[in-house]
Nanobody, 121 residues
Framework: QVQLVESGGGAVQAGESLRLSCVASGTIFRINDMNWYRQAPGKQRDLVAS???????NYADSVKGRFTISRDTAKKMVYLQMNSLNPEDTAVYYC???????????????WGQGAQVTVSS
């Protein structure tokens, strides 16, 4: 079984920063892509940032230049550094990892429990 645990959410003022962390545990053979999604109240869950196994990153246009995703594969961790936060960034942020549990299994997407980020003006 694989579990993802997030930390680092909270409430901040506009312009401030937060750093989210997510660690995977359990039976893990290989971690492919690591992603951060977010879901605001009444809206769909959207991809915010992703980092591939070889370190390539992609960002939603709304966060480019403000957010930075990084990974530590050895520690099975992914981070999201969020700078210059604004109220539109308020959402529950979810960690997602594409993990192959054993060599015999296909990669599967696992999710964290979500971390609330609230930005006030």
């Amino acid at each position: 079984q694989v579990q993802l645990v997030e930390s680092g959410g909270g409430a901040v003022q506009a312009g401030e920063s937060l750093r989210l962390s997510c660690v995977a545990s359990g039976t893990i053979f290989r971690i492919n892509d690591m992603n951060w999604y977010r879901q605001a109240p009444g809206k769909q869950r959207d991809l915010v940032a992703s980092v591939s196994g070889d370190g390539n990153t992609n960002y939603a246009d709304s966060v480019k230049g403000r957010f930075t995703i990084s990974r530590d594969t050895a520690k099975k961790m992914v981070y999201l550094q969020m700078n210059s936060l604004n109220p539109e960034d308020t959402a529950v942020y979810y960690c997602n990892m594409i993990i192959r549990s054993t060599p015999a299994r296909l990669p599967f997407g696992f999710w964290g429990q979500g971390a609330q980020v609230t930005v006030s003006s």
